[in-house]
Nanobody
Framework: LVLLAESGGGSVQAGESLRLSCVASGDTLGFHHMAWFRQAPGKGREGVAAISTGEGTTYCADSVKGRFTISRDNAKNTLYLQMNSLKPEDAGMYSC??????????????????WGQGTQVTVSS
């Protein structure tokens, strides 16, 4: 069973950048498809981006395309989300997710079997 731990969240001004990390333990990251989701207060969980075991990427939210980059370093068992030009609407709890096999759309939370606890991102205007 893989365990996930996120870090890198914080409070920033609009236009600034953050890099989130998700470290996997208990299993090899390279065997898992990975994704980032976010949840704003009062809203449902939203898919942000996903990356396959073959490093193919999908950006689920049109609003992040061109600003966010998902990547993975299997040697470090770590998933990343580089977030540039942050906007107040990007604020929320960001969680990473893992699955060896996807049975649904990678942008759907129901496709993912394992979740981290999340890291909070706050963006002020």
């Amino acid at each position: 069973l893989v365990l996930l731990a996120e870090s890198g969240g914080g409070s920033v001004q609009a236009g600034e950048s953050l890099r989130l990390s998700c470290v996997a333990s208990g299993d090899t990251l390279g065997f898992h498809h990975m994704a980032w989701f976010r949840q704003a207060p009062g809203k449902g969980r939203e898919g942000v981006a996903a990356i396959s075991t073959g490093e193919g990427t999908t950006y689920c939210a049109d609003s992040v395309k061109g600003r966010f980059t998902i990547s993975r370093d299997n040697a470090k068992n770590t998933l990343y989300l580089q977030m540039n030009s942050l906007k107040p609407e990007d604020a929320g709890m960001y969680s990473c997710a893992a699955a060896r096999i996807l049975y649904s759309s990678r942008c759907s939370e129901y496709a993912w079997s394992t979740w981290g606890q999340g890291t909070q991102v706050t963006v002020s205007s």
